[in-house]
């Protein structure tokens, strides 16, 4: 399914395991701006939730937030327009078939991270998709058995497979629209 119409081009640097600290001790972020892009979709928050002895770990009341608001400076450095995207939900469900918060072995709940990113975008004055919300009620309105359905592997309930990809993908661009209207005319209407 094409998501986006005209004569877009896109860039995806993302790569698994990375952190908002990470991503840019290994230069990724250098190599992002160096592409010069006119907007630049950031999302972060489920590696930085790791255990604090984990290198890629931050705390969501320091420095995490701290490296949003420098990618944030620097992508307006270049003058593109950054939009933040919360991470979404991990999928464990209680016996009632509602999301409970989880996390990695010692790690954070990755709802404050959710919180901490969009508490930055409103200090700075960004736009923001709450994909930790809209992917929660998606998990909640399919359900249990649903959502493992779109894992990656058996138990997985943070990875995707394509089906569970797209869906997350669907609901970004049901938020661009409003996030960044001027983006809506490259947008395919899901």
């Given amino acids: 399914m094409q998501f986006v119409s005209g004569s877009v081009s896109q860039t995806n640097l993302a790569v698994p395991g990375r952190s908002t600290k990470t991503f840019m001790s290994e230069g990724r ?15 972060f928050g489920h590696n ?12 969501a009341k320091a420095d995490y937030r701290q490296y949003l608001r420098r990618y944030i400076r620097e992508a307006r450095a270049i003058d593109a327009t950054p939009i933040l995207i919360t991470p979404m939900v991990r999928r464990a ?28 975008a409103g200090q700075e004055n960004v736009s923001v998709i709450d994909l930790y919300a809209s992917s929660r009620a998606l998990a909640e309105k399919i359900g249990a058995q649903a959502s493992a359905d779109l894992a990656s592997t058996a ?4 990875h995707f497979n394509e089906d569970g990809a797209r869906s997350m993908v669907k609901l970004v661009i049901a938020e661009l629209f409003d996030a960044e209207p001027r983006l ?7």
Avoid: C
């Fill in 93 to 120: 469900f209680d016996a009632t078939n509602r999301i409970v918060e989880s996390m990695s072995p010692r790690g954070r709940p990755l709802e404050t991270y959710a919180r901490a990113m969009k508490d930055v």
């Fill in 155 to 158: 138990g997985d309930i943070t």
């Fill in 29 to 43: 972020w250098e190599q992002a701006l160096s592409e010069n892009p006119d907007f630049i979709l950031i999302q």
């Fill in 184 to 190: 809506a005319q490259f947008l395919v209407q899901l």
């Fill in 48 to 59: 930085d939730s790791h255990a604090p002895d984990k290198p890629e770990a931050t705390d």
